[in-house]
Every structure is written in structure tokens, then in C-alpha cells.
């Protein structure tokens, strides 16, 4: 069975410093898409990065990078320089099953930035 | 402008009383999908859209119906709305391969009477 499981409720981090987000997933799907998704106090989804299982470098967005490690199954997120704007539910989420596959939610880590 | 609009952005009903969410893409994507979030919650899949093909989840109740009359519209009926189906209904579009991404409308909160 397809599964995300992201095992920080929540996290802080002090204000312009890095912080990782942990997220492991599993899938027998040997083509799969791993995303990272920011969900601030107002619910909108905003698409922060993304790496395909085929993909040999580690996706990097700005601020964001993914830390993928393919025989651990994990794709953590890492913020660097982390700003107050930051502060927000964060989910990884996984794409599988081809082009009319299903994306499947972990349960988000809620990351505080502090001042 | 925004690609994936959700109307309306509140929704209030009453117990059993059916209701329509709607969702509509300027995108021309192929696969659409309908989430439910409850507070401090994942999203959960209810089911999605290629084209005209449905995908129902296993475990989505039989209240929860879809509709998509054409590629840039689809919707959401709870043909009797509990009060545990009060949630964010979220809409998501994607054009269709496992790398992109997909586009969120804003969402609909739906509260129960």
C-alpha cells in the first residue's frame, strides 16, 4: 500500500536558521513524485518543491531543498534561513500510479518560527 | 488570476439538507481531485477525475458524489450533509504526469447545522 508518513507534529525553529522536516514514504510504484506543500493559517496549498523517483540530484527551490534519499524511502525538506513567514503546516505528499494516479497527503508537520 | 476557482468560498447547510460544491480550471487539465481536510488534519482523497474517467476511493461514503460535466468544471455533491462532513473541501487540478504539480483552488469551508 502507498503510504507518507511524516512523524513531526511540529517543529521549531529560531528565526534565520535551518530546520528539516522529516518525511518517509512507501510505494511499490517504481515512478512516483515526491512534493512538499506550505499551508499558512488561511488554507491555501502552495507548491514548494518537487523530486521525481528517477531523479539523480536532489531538488532545490531557493530556500528549499529536498534531501532525497531513495533506498531509505525518505524526502525531507530543509528550510534554510528560515524567516516568520515560514510558520505554516507543511505536508509531503506523494503522486503514483501514472498519469491518472492519486496524490496521497502525510499528516503535516506544523513548523513555528521564532523570533 | 487564479486557475483553479472553488465557489463558494463559505458554505454554511443543515443536517441532511444536500448540498453542490463547485470547481472550476482555466487550465485545461486532465485530472481533477477532491479533498476533504478537516482542522489540523491531512487532506484526504475522496476521488479524482481523468478526464472523464472516475476514480472513487475505497473508503469515500456513498453521501459523497462527483460530477464533470466538461474539462474545466466539476463538483461536489453530499447528498445528506452530517455533521461530521463539516471540513475544507479542497479542489486540485494537474495536467496529467507524475512530475507536475498540482494547483489548489482556495477551497470551500463547509459547516453543518
Known amino acids: 500500500a502507498q503510504k507518507i508518513t511524516q512523524t513531526q507534529p511540529g517543529m521549531f525553529v529560531q528565526e534565520k536558521e535551518a530546520v528539516t522536516l522529516d518525511c518517509t514514504y512507501d510505494?511499490?510504484?517504481?515512478?512516483?513524485?515526491l512534493f512538499w506543500y506550505k499551508q499558512p493559517s488561511s488554507g491555501e496549498m502552495i507548491f514548494l518543491i518537487y523530486q521525481g523517483s528517477y531523479d539523480q540530484q536532489n531538488a532545490t527551490e531557493g530556500r528549499y531543498s529536498l534531501n532525497f534519499q531513495k533506498a531509505r524511502k525518505s524526502a525531507n525538506l530543509v528550510i534554510s534561513a528560515s524567516q516568520l513567514g515560514d510558520s505554516a503546516m507543511y505536508f509531503c505528499?506523494?503522486?503514483?500510479?501514472?498519469?491518472?494516479?492519486?496524490?496521497?497527503f502525510g499528516k503535516g508537520t506544523k513548523l513555528s518560527v521564532k523570533p | 488570476d487564479a486557475m483553479v476557482i472553488q465557489n463558494p468560498r463559505y458554505q454554511v447547510t443543515q443536517f441532511g439538507k444536500p448540498v453542490t460544491l463547485s470547481c472550476s480550471q482555466t487550465l485545461n487539465h486532465n485530472v481533477m481531485y477532491w479533498y476533504q481536510q478537516k482542522s489540523s488534519q491531512a487532506p484526504k482523497l475522496l476521488f479524482h477525475y481523468y478526464d472523464k474517467d472516475f476514480n472513487n476511493e475505497a473508503d469515500t461514503p456513498d453521501n459523497f458524489q462527483s460530477r464533470r460535466p466538461n474539462t474545466s468544471f466539476c463538483f461536489l455533491d453530499i447528498r445528506s450533509p452530517g455533521l461530521g462532513d463539516a471540513a475544507m473541501y479542497l479542489c486540485?487540478?494537474?495536467?496529467?504526469?507524475?512530475?507536475?504539480?498540482?494547483?489548489f483552488g482556495s477551497g470551500t469551508q463547509l459547516s453543518v447545522l
Open positions: 505528499a506523494m503522486r503514483y500510479g501514472g498519469s491518472q494516479g492519486n496524490l496521497i
Open positions: 486540485a487540478t494537474t495536467g496529467g504526469a507524475t512530475n507536475e504539480k498540482l494547483f
Open positions: 510505494t511499490s510504484d517504481p515512478s512516483y513524485g
